[in-house]
């Protein structure tokens, strides 16, 4: 069973920043990707950027060259640099992962319970 616990989550001004974590543990593979999603109360939930354990990343349009994933393998932790925010990122953030060398979206098994990101 793996846990993933999501923090850094607050209310900003438009153009602000943000630095959400999310720390795993429990039965982790030697190999899983991490990802970060995004849902709107009454929306699907949305794929925001991933991050292979090599480092290899990927963003949807939207948010390219505004966030920023990273993680630190050691300390099983997963980053996401949040500049030049928008009103439109207004969600709560998921933390997730999957087992498996490289990302894929549908992938996606193990989830965290949210952070909180609004932006006025």
């Known amino acids: 069973h793996v846990q993933l616990v999501e923090s850094g989550g607050g209310s900003v001004q438009a153009g602000g920043s943000l630095r959400l974590s999310c720390l795993a543990s429990?039965?982790?593979?030697?190999?899983?990707?991490m990802g970060w999603f995004r849902q709107v109360l009454g929306r699907e939930r949305e794929a925001v950027a991933s991050i292979a354990m090599d480092g290899s990343t990927s963003y949807i349009d939207s948010v390219k060259g505004r966030f920023t994933i990273s993680r630190d393998n050691a300390k099983n932790a997963l980053y996401l640099q949040l500049n030049g925010l928008k009103p439109e990122d207004t969600a709560m953030y998921y933390c997730?992962?999957?087992?498996?060398?490289?990302?894929?979206?549908?992938?996606?098994?193990?989830w965290g319970q949210g952070t909180q990101v609004t932006v006025s």
């Open positions: 997730a992962a999957h087992a498996g060398r490289y990302c894929y979206w549908t992938s996606f098994g193990y």
């Open positions: 429990g039965s982790l593979p030697s190999n899983y990707c």
